[in-house]
């Protein structure tokens, strides 16, 4: 059975990106995510759970992000409408894109949160990194934060904040994302780029740090 992670893995290798317009200069990045636009996934086909929207779930709802990149580290703040233990298994990922040597990369920063781990465990793709995260389920945000310097410390990065809910066996899934995660050609889609910062680092969130 093929894994959802090797799905997320393996989609990162196919199809294109695009492209934001010329960037005005920014250091952080506020967004809004529609509400209401969790979609649930039966991965096989051979379960109980029709495909489609569900409008009328709260959890793991994106309502928000907040990208800020700092002279060290790029920190992604993602906001929910409600955002608790209840699922098996959950996924949150900042997905990005930047230039390195004049060409387009693409990259994963995430933490799954299970019933063993509440907390969660980070996850950098495609090199290794130091993470930094927080689920914070009375807040109902999550935070994650790594260094530049892991991916080339790039002018501008891009990204797209998903959430994923699944059962242990990942048969099916709720997904949402503020963008979606490919375009009508099969192109990865992210935000606008945030360019560099001035400050040292962005506040970091009150998470263990793994290397
Ligand atoms: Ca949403």
Redesign the pocket.
Known sequence: MRSLMGWMVGALLVGGVTMGAAPAHAEEYVNV??????RAHDLWGDGDMPSGYRPERRQA???GYTVRYGLERVRVELRF?ELDRRDPVLHLQARFAYLDDGELETGIVGVTADRRVPGGEPYFSPVGCDVMWHVGYQANKAWLSFSASCIGTPDWIQVNPVAFATDADTSYWFV???FPIYGPHGEKQFGKPVHRGVWPTPPAPPSRVRR
Request: no cysteine.
């Open positions: 995510d529609q509400a209401g636009d969790v709802d994106l309502v409408r949402d994302s503020r």
